[in-house]
């Protein structure tokens, strides 16, 4: 049972919460990696250092949404 819930990949939903009109062009980038393409648009992804990186560039256009 230990082995199935290691296995388990934890995942991130992130929100993109601003828009990145008026933005530098790699802040428009990180978004588009992120697979997020409007405001309010959530997706899911592995959490990865690789993602968690790129949230980090641009926390003041995501937020990280808590299941509800």
Do not use: C, F, W, Y
């Not at 601003?18 to 648009?41: A, C, D, K, M, T």
């Amino acid at each position: 049972m230990a082995k199935a819930k290691a296995k388990a990949k934890k995942m991130l939903r992130i929100k993109q919460v601003r828009s990145p009109i008026g933005r530098p062009p790699n802040q428009h980038e990180v978004l588009r990696g992120l697979g997020l393409r409007r405001i309010h648009h959530v997706v899911e992804r592995q959490d990865t250092p690789a993602v968690r990186g790129m949230v980090a560039k641009v926390p003041h256009l995501v937020q990280l949404v808590e299941d509800e």
